[in-house]
């Protein structure tokens, strides 16, 4: 009786996996199985070869896609994924009696008008910057001079951004209340200032500008990439203080924001925009009046990038692996044709068909198990090697398979070994035992 394709691998489980379960402890099947394996050892070699290269392949194509993930998230690192930056530019469309190429900024009118009318904001945090981005300025501290990014903050900039305290405290609503001469400082700027000593720099005093401040904490960015590396060059002092003490009354240069759980920062983006060029007097298509940097989308992209890099890792893998396993069941057919006259010699003399085709899909499975975990193993101590090597860079750190890769490649492996040995299996059935002895004669 002939079994339609689609339900010979339920079937064949169902009646072999006891039987095959029971040959486990058999010894004298065991060496059946090394015997026929090593009857021509360049040819399993060379097939296991195809196998154990599928799953290395694969192994090392997805710690790759990991390193890569885990270098570019590095930049992310305390940085809240659903928040987005706005700040002003100059406007490009003339509007209500202004001409085109127009400055205006932010002022704090804003602040309050953003929290009165943008729903699902959580976190605002308005901000002020001496010397303009990455503008850098002049800080004294006896006698040793550095130039370093000076900011006036609020407290909720600590939500947003990556950034650590390693030492003291940061701003409080106090600090904002009174308009207290305080500063938090970077690992920048105790490294250039202080010789890194971070607790030799609380209580001291700083010359901003001729502005004197005293050092209340110190932070450190917890980003890994380069492009970072300013944060560890930024003095943070209260937003009240940096207007009076710098002449920017009522200005603010950008604000920082997070959005509410359920509330995308695309939309709060595209809301504080149309609010501001209305308070602002900005033409409402005019594009280029705001700048914004939006953290939400770029994270997303990059999820979505490395989500994509990892299925094609998969799908190479497997398809390298499953090219390895063709081999296998090539060469089983191969071996059953090179022992068609025992196989007919076994029917003969009671052998079940369910015994011939444990026999054929142990012998398939063990070189597909034995050459794949060779693989996988060498694959996964690869990894381990460029990773204890320290081989780093802002695009690439610390690749890695977790334990579940691994479980899945071995059910992968297994699974392909079984359909290895069965089409050789059911080849080995169709061989009548009248026609395999004849053969032999």
């Known amino acids: 009786m002939q079994v339609a394709g689609n339900a010979v691998l339920p079937l064949v489980l169902s009646l072999l996996l006891p039987l095959a379960f029971q040959t486990m402890f058999d010894s004298d099947r065991w060496s059946e199985i090394w015997q026929t394996l090593s009857r021509n050892k360049l040819r399993s070699a060379l097939t296991a070869f195809g196998v154990g290269w599928g ?11 990991n390193g890569l993930a885990n270098g ?20 490009s469309i003339p509007f ?58 609020v407290p909720d900039i600590m939500r947003i951004q990556g950034t650590g305290i390693t030492a003291g405290r940061f701003l ?61 060059a930024t003095i943070y002092i209260p937003f009240s203080t940096f207007q009076r003490a710098f002449n920017a009354m009522n200005e603010v240069h950008w604000f920082a924001i997070t959005a509410e759980k359920g509330t995308k920062a695309s939309v709060l983006e595209k809301n504080i925009k149309k609010l501001m060029a209305e308070r602002h007097r900005v033409h409402p ?3 280029l009046a705001f700048g914004s940097f939006n953290v939400e989308e770029m994270f997303d992209m990059t999820n979505n990038l490395f989500l994509a890099i990892t299925g094609l890792g998969w799908f190479v893998g497997i398809l390298t692996l499953v090219a390895g396993v063709v081999g296998v069941s090539n060469i089983m057919l191969v071996i059953i044709r090179e022992r068609t006259q025992e196989i007919g010699i076994r029917r003969s003399i009671g052998a079940t068909p369910a015994s011939i085709t444990v026999q054929i899909l142990l012998e398939a499975l063990t070189l597909t198990f034995l050459a794949g975990y ?43 070994g079984l359909f290895a040995g069965l089409v050789p299996a059911r080849r080995a059935l169709s061989i009548r035992a009248v026609e395999a002895l004849r053969s032999g004669t």
């Not at 799953?55 to 896609?65: E, K, P, R, T």
């Not at 010789?195 to 609380?202: D, M, N, V, W």
């Not at 996964?380 to 977790?402: Q, T, Y």
Request: a negative charge; one cysteine or more.
């Open 55 to 65: 799953i290395f392949m694969l192994i090392i194509m997805l710690g790759a896609g």
């Open 72 to 91: 570019v998230n590095g930049a992310f690192n305390g940085w809240a994924s659903n928040s987005c930056f706005i700040w002003t530019q100059v406007t």
């Open 96 to 153: 209500e009696g202004f001409p085109r190429g127009r400055d205006f900024s932010f002022d704090n009118g804003d602040i309050e008008a953003i929290r009165r009318n943008v729903p699902g904001v959580d976190a605002l945090a308005p901000r002020l910057q001496l010397g303009g981005w990455q503008g850098s300025n002049n800080v004294v501290y006896k006698g040793k001079t550095g130039a370093f990014n000076v900011n006036g903050d």
């Open 172 to 232: 409080n609503e106090k600090d904002l209340l009174d308009s207290r001469k305080i500063c938090v400082i970077g690992q920048r700027v105790v490294d250039v200032l202080y010789a890194g000593e971070e607790k030799a720099a609380l209580g001291t005093f700083l010359k901003i500008n001729g502005v004197y401040f005293q050092v209340v904490g110190t932070h450190k960015t917890k980003a890994t990439a380069e492009m970072d590396e300013n944060q560890d």
């Open 285 to 287: 298509d005019d594009e």
């Open 374 to 416: 060779i693989g996988l193993v060498s694959g996964v101590f690869l990894l381990e090697g460029i990773g204890a090597m320290g081989i780093e860079s802002d695009f690439f750190a610390n690749p890695e398979v977790d334990i579940t890769v691994a479980i899945v490649s071995l059910v992968v492996l297994i699974t392909c």
